[in-house]
């Protein structure tokens, strides 16, 4: 055979190369699973980016909008924490704020009123007002729900479902009930059962709890005792009054106007009416708290029996006293905003002063007159079946 002819160099290295590039060079399907790697992990730091960017916006410039609401719908920012781990989201805070907003409207419109005009200046406050009540609502909710749970306490969906049922099939109107639920805050059964129905359980309970306990009477049954002992050693009912009354009376040491059986305070009219002039009564037990009462004089006027009383009321300490104290050990977390919490009074605030002042006058007017009518949110339902 024919000896092979010799390469040179320069025929050997653009071979070799070819060889080895031929070598390393990924098959089409490996190609294609490195392009979608790529494109998923810009994808993830365009959305990484994108939800820091929406969180600063958030947090340090307030902002509201159609856009940044789509958001929270689907990636929980908090609006604050009470405790560790126990999150208010701000989808929360926001829904709940257009249902009381929407409430107002309709209600407003049926009326014919024009007190809630949130497109001016003073309705912006109003609203303003009413976002920071629904927020403070959702902490009160929070902090109910962890002081239940560590009294052992839970509700079961079956709780929730038979609850929700019972309030909906009122009077025998389940269609009407839903309807109308829907129409004043555009909410559906199962919206009512967890922003409302499920905060109401974990609240009755808890007062169940707390009262069975006896740690509501704690206080006043050693108030009482004190009273009781300084009447008996013969101090001036007056000046006890003035120490120790919890009414406004207590600055006229306990003097109350005149009044017939008719008239009569239901919590002690049957013994005013049965006690001689100058003696005083023993503790007497109300709903509101204990009484201890005085007979100054009594007479006839216009053919009616009448009596003149002093009075001393103790009032019984409501769950809502007790939940205040509890707030204060609470470590809450406001991030909107907005709002500052106070950890010393346990109160959420406006960091714009101007708002707490002019939430302080509302106080005494119709907006929170209004705001105690949306009962399904804000309020306890009275009416509402006990477990």
Do not use: C
Not at 8 to 18: D, G, S, Y
Not at 24 to 52: M, N, S, W, Y
Not at 81 to 109: H, M, P, Q
Not at 233 to 242: L, Y
């Amino acid at each position: 055979m024919p000896p092979k002819e010799k390469q040179t160099l320069a025929e050997v290295i653009p071979a070799a190369k070819r060889a080895v590039v031929k070598e390393i060079q990924p098959p089409e399907e490996d190609k294609t699973l490195l392009h979608l790697l790529r494109f998923i992990i810009v994808a993830a730091i365009v959305v990484v980016f994108g939800l820091i960017f929406v969180a600063w916006g958030t947090y340090s410039e307030g902002w509201q909008n159609y856009f940044v609401e789509s958001v929270y719908r689907v990636v929980p920012y908090p609006a604050a924490s009470v405790g560790y781990g126990n999150w208010i989201t701000i989808a929360d805070y926001n829904e709940n704020a257009k249902a009381i907003r929407r409430f107002l409207e309709n209600r407003e419109a049926a009326s014919g009123g024009g007190k809630f005009d949130f497109s001016t200046a003073d309705g912006l406050k109003e609203l303003a007002i009413i976002k920071k009540n629904v927020l403070t609502q959702l902490v009160d909710n929070k902090i109910i729900e962890v002081l239940a749970k560590q009294q052992g306490i839970t509700v079961s969906n079956a709780e929730l479902e038979e609850t929700t049922n019972k309030i909906l099939d009122r009077d025998g109107k389940r269609a009407e009930n839903i309807a109308q639920l829907n129409s004043l805050y555009n909410w559906e059964p199962k919206d009512f059962k967890e922003r409302v129905i499920k905060n109401l359980l974990y609240e009755q309970k808890l007062e169940d709890k707390i009262k069975a306990s006896g740690e509501l009477d704690k206080d006043i049954k050693e108030k009482v005792a004190a009273v009781s002992s300084k009447l008996a050693s013969g101090e001036d009912f007056s000046e006890v009054a003035k120490n120790y009354s919890e009414s406004p009376s207590k600055q006229y040491g306990g003097l109350l106007p005149s009044f017939s059986r008719e008239d009569a305070p239901s919590a002690f009219a049957n013994q005013a009416f049965s006690m001689k002039q100058g003696e005083i009564s023993l503790p007497i037990e109300s709903e509101e708290g204990w009484h201890f009462i005085k007979i100054e004089r009594k007479f006839q006027e216009g053919g009616k029996d009448k009596v003149e009383i002093r009075h001393i009321v103790l009032l019984k300490k409501t769950l809502q006293d007790w939940l205040q104290e509890k707030k204060k050990e609470f470590r809450v977390h406001v991030f909107l905003k907005p709002y500052h919490w106070h950890d010393q009074v346990g109160k959420l605030y406006f960091k714009d002063d101007s708002l707490n002042k002019l939430e302080q006058e509302q106080s005494r007017n119709s907006l929170e007159e209004k705001l105690q009518q949306a009962d399904f949110l804000l309020n306890v339902n009275k009416n509402t079946p006990k477990k």
